[in-house]
């Protein structure tokens, strides 16, 4: 078994940061890419950033330049720092890894159970 635990949504205005967290725990061998998407209200879910076990890094175009994606492999956590937000950031965001559990050695893929962020005008 893998949990992700999230934290760090909330309500903020516009012009305003935020920092999301994510951290994996349990039967973990190793951890691939590491992701956030998210979802507005009536709309589908979206990829958002995505971390690779190396760094390398990957934004969707609505927020490059504003959300910084970065990871701790040591503490198997990713992090989404989200700057000079906008109302039409509004959305669920979710945590999505995926790699292998330790034993028996298996691919993993997990999704988070959703934070709130909501950007006031």
């Known amino acids: 078994q893998v949990q992700l635990v999230e934290s760090g949504g909330g309500l903020v205005q516009a012009g305003g940061s935020l920092r999301l967290s994510c951290a994996a725990s349990?039967?973990?061998?190793?951890?691939?890419?590491m992701d956030w998407y998210r979802q507005a209200p009536g709309k589908q879910r979206e990829l958002v950033a995505t971390?690779?076990?190396?760094?390398?890094?990957n934004y969707a175009d609505s927020v490059k330049g504003r959300f910084t994606i970065s990871r701790d492999n040591a503490k198997n956590t990713v992090y989404l720092q989200l700057n000079s937000l906008k109302p039409e950031d509004t959305a669920d965001y979710y945590c999505?890894?995926?790699?292998?559990?330790?034993?028996?050695?298996?691919?993993?893929?997990?999704w988070g159970q959703g934070t709130l962020v909501t950007v006031s005008s």
């Open positions: 971390v690779t076990s190396g760094g390398s890094t």
């Open positions: 999505h890894v995926d790699g292998w559990t330790f034993f028996p050695r298996r691919p993993l893929e997990v």
């Open positions: 349990g039967n973990i061998f190793s951890l691939n890419a």
